[in-house]
């Protein structure tokens, strides 16, 4: 009976662990290029009283064993990384969106460099370009403060008409970094992601190049999280909370009724 009740409080922790994961999700749902999380789960080691196939007697053998759980944790929480829900047209010209594996890279300011799928940048009063956390875009672009137009293309090659001039002058390219286990990838907030040993070193390309994606200008991702489906986990994780605080109720009846034996 005692044991009922660590199992049932392992299956409250891990629930817990998954709601909050749930209501993270739907909490940015609105947030440009978010990237949904997934609780996994594993049960914990088994208590073998008898092994699968012991002999018991006059050559019987067990077919089966007694083997007893001592309940479940969350082993971790994953990154779904694909397409956002749709795009959201802005008509700004520094607004970027990928279409397909990629993450823009911006300079953090410690030192290192960040990753992100949210491609809200503008220029700053030096005319980089710069994310709405106000961290540079890498490698840096300037816009001249003559520019008319600026015109980046599905390449990420970055185009400004200047002062008089009628033609266009090219005057940087975006690189995009893809990763072999984006999963891995450490959460900084902000938008942001940063590599880890599990995730491996950046591969660097330019957008429409192998693998790597392509830019939509004017043009923000959604986050891909399907409110539907969240609600339904929620649902489920909320059911899930419940029938393991019955366990716990349960077996404190349990535990009453057997002390109350000595009465």
Known sequence: MMRSLYISATGMQAQDKHISTITQN???VNTNGYKKRVAN????????????????QDGIVTPTGI???????????SKVFTQGNGFQITDNPFDLAIEGEGFFQVQLPGGGIGYTRDG??????NGQ?????????????????????VTIGTNGVVSVTQGGEQQAAQIGQIQLARFV???????????IFTETIASGAPLLGFPGQAEYGTI????????????????????????AYESNSKGITTADTMLQTAVGLKR
């Open 120 to 125: 809200s940048f503008r220029p700053d009063a």
């Open 181 to 191: 286990n984006p999963g891995g990838l450490n959460n900084q907030g902000r938008n």
């Open 129 to 149: 370009i710069v994310n709405a956390s106000g961290l540079i875009l890498d490698p840096p672009i300037v816009i001249p403060p003559d520019a008319k137009n």
């Open 26 to 28: 739907l909490a940015n």
């Open 41 to 56: 789960f594993e049960d914990l080691l088994y208590q073998n009283i008898r092994e699968p196939g012991t002999e018991l």
């Open 216 to 239: 939509a200008q004017g043009t923000l991702e959604n986050s891909n999280v399907a409110i539907v489906d969240e609600m339904v986990n929620l649902i489920i994780a909320q059911r």
């Open 67 to 77: 083997q007893m759980g001592n309940g479940v944790r969350v082993t971790g929480i």
